[in-house]
């Protein structure tokens, strides 16, 4: 056989070879420097144990703006790495438009977008949501986070940021048979369910939610113990009645022996509802007998309040028109913004939080690592209880050298090996668990009860992300769900939320003014180039061979 010959057949029976291969093997090298499209080993180890087929069903299919087409890019090669990881893994792209109301249903809301292109302006609808389907059970993605942003562009980045976090998170929530339970502590004049339906609604999805109340301590508070042991986390939200030494010792042992806790506290009765019906109010301080508990594990809360100029609106009447009352919006700096740490994993991406009528945190020194989750802005100003509080005084003139008192920490994460409070004391009741000093453990403390307290609406709860007067979002909802997921969290899936990623975006302004010279440099100076080229060429051959 002619040499020539065989060789073409040796480079027939190569590019075979490859196209099977490269068709029954998936491989993509990441060169990113952020290492954006390399898994994590915490989201190996999840998909790992799904063993049937996960659909998972994409709505960033159809026409929408030319930007969040760099979104479904993103989430088609990053869900494309999942399958490539396990083939049980299912991807499918759809088209929203002729099942919007079927969505809307599931939870799944559309986002309204302002669009940019050729230097006009439009409004365009989309469905950033994801639905993962694993046997009988189903879980929705959210892929826009709800975060207040500079702007499309970086809402885009963190959208971007967030997509191994919110499949990871998902895909082991329909794949976990064994949920962790969640007390909600009551028996201490604690919120009522209602006023906490908005945020404990989305926990009852995800983990086994339960009230437990601390009334039996008085009768059998070793019995009381042993039932709180068997919960993973306790809920202490807004309590309004001293705690007794004996249910202290309860809670004491339940975290020293590993038990997580929420606390929602406010050290100063003073409610907005109160003043909304008389206008004036006097806010004093409140004894819940928690200060020394509080102190052993780090921490004290301050029975002054914190007026921060950078604050939410609540709606005043200023006037009538007729017989219709007026109201305006206004700025009223008991309900702080409280700023969240972009650098943790509970906070970051969250929006501000409002907080009503707040307390201020001292942390103390010892040997728990104490994180700020939330903080006011610089311009703030302590106000000593007691105090009488009117609702005339928002229409006061603000100067500003009043308010110089600095950051003021109103949410703490704990995290170490807590000593108990009864150590070397005299115990209100003896117990069979006697430890001293607990396994590392972790806590959150907030400085404000009504934290995750929602409104009414003709009787009903209102989402607590969002004001029912003034139209106006928070953070609150996520920043109460995100500390559960991670106080609960024991496989390291929180750390994905603190990936960061450089999304490196084209200036529209710049390309809008500039398109002229571009579209010259792109389309028109290859054309001419390869025109010259050949005219050349043809002139040279011609005089050449002439």
Known sequence: MNKNIKNIVFLVIAIIAI??????????????????????????????????????????????????????????????????????????????????????????MPSQLTVEEEGKMSEAIIFPWAAINYGKKTSVVSLLPNSIVASQEEQLQKAIENL???????????????????????????????????????????????????????????????????LDLAIIAKPTEKFSEKEKLVL???????????????????????????????????????????????????????????????????GQVGNQT??????????????ANPNNVITKNVTPVRLQFANQIDTLKNNIKKTPLLVSSVLTQKVGTPVFIELQSIAEEVLEK????????????????FKSAYKNRVKPFASKYNKEQSTPNKMVVIADG??????????????????KWTNQQFGNKDFLLNTIDYLLDDTGLMQ???????????????????????????????????????????????????
């Open 19 to 108: 196209n099977y291969a490269s068709t029954s093997f998936y491989k993509r090298f990441d060169l990113t420097s952020d290492k954006r499209y390399t898994l994590s080993e915490t989201t190996i180890n999840i998909i790992s144990k799904i063993d049937k087929t996960l659909f998972i069903n994409v709505y960033l299919e159809g026409d929408f703006p030319s930007e969040f087409k760099r979104l479904q890019i993103e989430t088609k090669q990053y869900l494309e790495e999942l399958a490539a990881e396990n083939s049980n893994i299912v991807i499918n792209f759809e088209n929203p438009d002729n099942q919007r109301e079927a969505l809307i249903k599931k939870g799944m």
């Open 164 to 230: 191994e976090y919110s499949f990871s998170n998902s895909i082991n929530a329909v794949n976990t048979d064994t949920r962790k339970k969640v007390a909600i502590l009551t028996g201490n004049g604690e919120l009522q369910d209602m006023y906490q339906y908005s945020y404990l609604s989305e926990v009852a999805k995800k983990y086994r939610l339960a009230k437990f109340t601390l009334d039996s301590v008085a009768k059998n508070p070793q019995q009381t113990l042993n039932d709180l042991l068997n």
């Open 252 to 318: 004491d042992q339940f975290i020293i022996n590993g038990g997580k806790t929420l606390w929602m506290l406010d050290m100063v009765n003073a409610d907005q509802d109160s003043l909304a019906t008389s206008n004036k109010m006097l806010a004093y301080p409140r004894d819940l007998n928690l200060t020394d508990l509080l102190f052993s594990y780090g921490i004290r809360i301050n029975t002054s309040l914190i007026k921060d100029l950078y604050a939410a609106q609540i709606p005043v009447a200023t």
């Open 326 to 339: 007026q109201f305006k919006n206004l700025d009223w700096f008991y309900h702080p913004l409280a700023g």
């Open 402 to 417: 009043n308010y110089n008192d600095g950051n003021q920490l109103f949410a703490v994460l704990l995290e170490g090996q």
């Open 450 to 467: 009504d934290v995750g307290k929602n409104q009414l609406l003709k009787g009903k709860p209102f989402d607590l992300a969002r004001d």
């Open 496 to 546: 994905l939320r603190n990936k960061t990623l450089k999304i490196r975006m084209l200036d529209k302004q710049k390309a809008f003014k500039e398109r002229t010279y571009w579209q010259f440099l792109n389309v028109i100076l290859p054309l001419l180039l390869l025109f010259g080229f050949g005219f050349v060429f043809n002139f040279l051959r011609r005089r050449k061979y002439s």
